[in-house]
């Protein structure tokens, strides 16, 4: 699945049909519904692999005090290592601990909560992480906000 976003070329219009047909408002809606089924699936200590990477709450030590350390969890996104190779990108290496289960999107939810057809939903994911990807093979500044 991952193998899609390494672009040895420059993502052309047509192969973002679906972003074309759609307006802002309805890519907001669909992201906005992925969201929410991300954060369930945090909630429930699972790890949601969307191709690119996994969103997933990684345990962390915070220190607080002088030799005082507390442990934490921090929602995280972890890129893909063959995208960050590929793209030649710095980052720590975090890894998800194996006791987290990764699931994949589960799209037919997502679509039954904002009443979009499935496919539309897949499509639209898919094609905005495709565009991500082509922004990273170009170097480009991105920005990409989750709530």
């Known amino acids: 699945k991952m193998h899609k976003y390494l672009l040895y070329n420059t993502v052309e219009p047509e192969e973002l049909p679906t972003l074309k047909e759609l307006s802002t408002i309805e890519i907001c809606k669909v992201w906005s519904g992925m969201s929410r089924h991300i954060y369930k699936q945090l909630l429930k200590k699972k790890a949601v692999d969307i191709g690119l990477g996994s969103f997933?709450?990684?345990?962390?030590?915070?220190?607080?005090?002088?030799?005082?350390?507390?442990?934490?969890?921090?929602?995280?996104?972890?890129?893909?290592?063959?995208?960050?190779?590929?793209y030649n990108l710095e980052g720590d290496e975090t890894k998800i601990p194996e006791e987290i289960p990764v699931v994949q999107p589960d799209f037919e939810d997502i679509a039954a909560h904002i009443h979009f057809r499935h496919e539309i939903v897949e499509q639209c994911v898919q094609e905005t992480l495709l565009y991500f990807a082509g922004a990273l093979r170009e170097n480009k500044e991105v920005e990409f906000t989750f709530r």
């Open 56 to 86: 997933a709450v990684i345990p962390m030590h915070a220190n607080v005090a002088e030799g005082k350390v507390l442990p934490v969890e921090r929602p995280m996104f972890i890129m893909n290592k063959t995208l960050k190779m590929f």
